[in-house]
């Protein structure tokens, strides 16, 4: 598991990405039990199977996992796991330069 609270600087850039590929196949396997389901960063949520609910889910995962207060409208915003991710690393590399 990745965690950002307390040190959010630590985590490499490409462990952004599969923190949101990883918790997007999880809310997909609870959304649609028993499919399979291969998270493709670049396709948006929408086109992968996820309603606005379960979109919901992700950013809630997301928030608790990475210790982030996230928009509530994240995924409207950022319409695919690779958005978010950039999103993210922005978020998380952006105090660091500060």
């Known amino acids: 598991m990745l965690e950002f609270g ?3 600087y630590e985590a490499p850039v490409d462990t952004v990405g599969e923190l949101v590929r990883e918790i997007t196949a999880e809310v997909l ?11 493709d960063p670049a396709r948006s949520f ?5 309603d606005s609910l379960a979109r919901t889910e992700v950013r809630v995962r997301l928030a608790a996992r990475t210790g982030l207060d996230l928009p509530a409208n994240l995924t409207r915003l950022y319409q695919s796991p690779a958005a978010v991710a950039d999103y993210l ?9 500060a």
């Not at 690393?89 to 330069?97: K, L, S």
């Open 6 to 8: 307390s040190s959010p």
């Open 29 to 39: 396997r609870d959304f649609k039990p028993g499919a399979r389901w291969c998270v």
């Open 46 to 50: 929408r086109d992968q199977g996820l």
């Open 89 to 97: 690393r922005d978020r998380i590399i952006e105090p660091e330069a």
